[in-house]
């Protein structure tokens, strides 16, 4: 809301008021041409009142709920006097003569008819805000509705993501393990490898011996016993 702007139109209404408020009175002291200028020149400035305060309305409405609420109380103030002075115009009677007679009856009829049609206006200027209250209500819903769809939509790319991440995780673990189970083969064929080069040289060393053994016993023979005999 722009408080310079609603200022603007309170000044204007004001003034119009002050100026409206004098007809009723100088509409006693009129007939005749006098007083139909005089009723045209207040129709055309009740109407102009009625735009301001409807302007001053729609100003209202993007305003803070405390101000707006005092202010929708002077709102309500304004029209009521507005009003009154329509009916204080209405019925305020003309210079005493026949013809200001006619003049009033026709002043009603159509006081009469400009009541009605304000009537008729204010009912679809409060449906028209009832529908642009409901149309923002639906505006308001579908910004939400959009707000979660959207607040949905990027934790799925973020669960996918996650997903995605975990997936390359479990297949750097796979890689590792069959890394690990080649390893393991080659150490398993290494340590065999190893068993059969220490059995073979635990056998080697074993024929070894035994052959040094002969050797010795052959050796203690020849001298000992081959002499002797």
Known sequence: MSSEEFEKLHEIYKSLYEELKLMPETALKSHGEERKRLVRTFDERQGEAEEVLQGMEEELRAAPSSYRNAMSTKLRMYRRDLGKLQRDMKNSPPGFSSSSQTVE?????IYSSQNQQSTHQQSQRALLLQGTDALNNATQSIERSQRIAAETDQIGTDIIEE???QREQLDRTRNRLVNTGENLSRSRKILRAM?????TNKLLLAVIILMELAILGAVVYLKFFRKQS
């Open 105 to 109: 009856g026709s002043h009603r009829a």
């Open 163 to 165: 997903l995605g991440e």
């Open 195 to 199: 068993s059969r080069r220490l059995m």
